[in-house]
């Protein structure tokens, strides 16, 4: 049987359509703190961790806690993403980048249900365990990945592939200073 919430349908649905205000909230604020990458690293194995401890006990509200706030850290992590991976890509392969990384996340959100399926086969708790691990391995490989909070957006492939030293984040300081202005003063 698929895994579902204790309670009411219409109440959990409504919460977790609520919990996606303070999720896109903790984003925009946790972005500008603590960067991109650390944000999408956090929010990813919060919820990972969510949904595999809410398998792990029997108490449907803890359960029902655990969704809600893998779901609010979900959306926290899709807040971000689009932010972190424009600033990844440079500049002629920005929106490409950008948009087939989004329609490899649509293929996923397609596919799932068909693996929440698996449940019948599985079991509920075991397939809840894979979507557990998921965010968690996904959260560990942004490690992998340069922090861009502070930094310029990259002109050409090579300064995208520096974006992580420390000779672009000086080279992008001293550009910021060297910059045009935007509006020229008359005469």
């Known amino acids: 049987m698929p895994p579902s919430l204790a309670g009411s349908i219409y109440l959990n649905f409504f919460l977790l359509s609520l919990?996606?205000?303070?999720?896109?909230?903790?984003s925009f604020l946790s972005m500008k703190l603590n960067g991109r990458r650390n944000t999408m690293v956090g929010s990813l194995i919060i919820a990972g961790l969510s949904i595999i401890i809410s398998n792990l006990q029997n108490i449907p509200w803890i359960t029902t806690l655990l969704y809600l706030l893998a779901k609010m850290s979900i959306t926290c992590a899709f807040a971000t993403i689009y932010l972190y991976t424009s600033e990844l890509l440079p500049t002629a392969l920005r929106t490409g980048g950008v948009s087939t990384t989004s329609f490899i996340g649509k293929?996923?959100?397609?596919?799932?249900?068909?693996?929440?399926l698996l449940s019948f086969i599985l079991g509920s708790k075991t397939i809840m365990i894979v979507f557990g691990i998921s965010p968690l391995l996904c959260g560990l490989l942004f490690l992998c990945l340069p922090e861009t909070l502070g930094k310029g957006l990259p002109n050409n492939i090579q300064e995208a592939e520096r974006i992580g030293s420390l000779e672009y984040i000086d080279n992008s300081i001293s550009n910021l200073s060297e910059a045009e202005p935007l509006i020229q003063e008359s005469s």
């Open 107 to 116: 293929i996923g959100a397609l596919i799932s249900p068909y693996i929440s």
């Open 19 to 26: 919990v996606e205000f303070p999720g896109y909230g903790l």
